[in-house]
């Protein structure tokens, strides 16, 4: 990051249904300690720095593993844009830019969300 912090992420765990409020996840220190030697192994430069800040979060996914953005059938003027995973701050301007043209217009231009929505052909 410009300011010089850096974000190291953890590891997936298999899928669960949420149960914690936003703030309860629980902070693994095992995981923690397994992120702390893996850093320490592949970066010569952050290595050896402490972490200064250790959270906990949930990545939203779908069954399918492909995210679900689109209007929701049945539902006039109620759209969805989740699933993305830990792939969601790269996707983010995209799915934003999409769901505002839907929201506008009535319709996404920039992208082509037949895949994605939730009464795709293409969900398993």
């Known amino acids: 990051r410009p300011d010089g912090d850096a974000y190291i992420t953890g590891f997936p765990d298999p899928s669960t249904i949420v149960t914690e409020s936003p703030g309860q996840e ?7 300690s397994r992120l702390i030697d893996a850093t320490k192994k592949t ?11 250790q959270q906990a979060c949930y990545l939203p996914t779908t069954t ?6 689109g209007a929701l059938p049945g539902v006039k003027g ?47």
Do not use: Q
């Open 43 to 53: 970066s010569s430069e952050l290595g050896d720095v402490p972490p200064h800040t």
């Open 26 to 32: 629980e902070v693994r220190p095992e995981v923690v």
């Open 64 to 69: 399918d593993g492909i995210p679900m953005i």
């Open 78 to 124: 109620a759209f969805v844009a989740s699933g993305h995973g830990c792939w969601g701050i790269l996707n983010s301007p995209a799915t934003g830019e999409a769901v505002a043209e839907m929201l506008v217009d009535g319709k996404a231009k920039s992208l082509d969300l037949r895949m994605l929505g939730v009464d795709s052909p293409y969900r398993r």
